[in-house]
């Protein structure tokens, strides 16, 4: 297992966390994930959490949206070419890269909305922590251009 510092630097600027997936014998799916998360986040409701969902206009790819007052991030499970070619191009970029993460052709995508204020450091962490919790994920930080998690 290698795990690696994570820097969160999402003050003026979204930050989007990828979570490589190895094949599994309990798959994931846009459905189970947004049951997971929505489980997952269930305590945050009492703070003012609302669960949306939307679909990318060009795929109509479903995604889950999780909305605090004054915040928000998405959640999106992939699967397909798009997500091999990036997990090629995350390869040859990183140093010491796992190789597993050649054969990984999904990927759950967190995109998280600014947080000039800082205030919604926890949620973030939490976030991170429920994919550090799937078997085998390999966790990828786009702003750091580094493997934060991996098995």
Known sequence: MCVRNIRYD????????????????????????????????????????????????????????????GWNFSAHFETGHNVATDANYVASVTMDCPPEIKDCAERIRFVFSPDKGRDFTDHIIWAIDYLVAIPGAIIFSESQEAIIHCW
């Open 10 to 69: 999402g003050g003026d600027i979204m930050s989007v966390i990828h979570a490589y997936l190895a094949k599994s014998s309990n798959p994931y799916s846009y459905e189970r994930l947004a049951s997971e998360l929505s489980a997952y986040f269930d305590f945050e409701t009492k703070n003012g959490l609302e669960f949306g969902e939307s679909a990318n206009p060009f795929t109509k790819q479903k995604y889950l949206i999780l909305r605090w007052p």
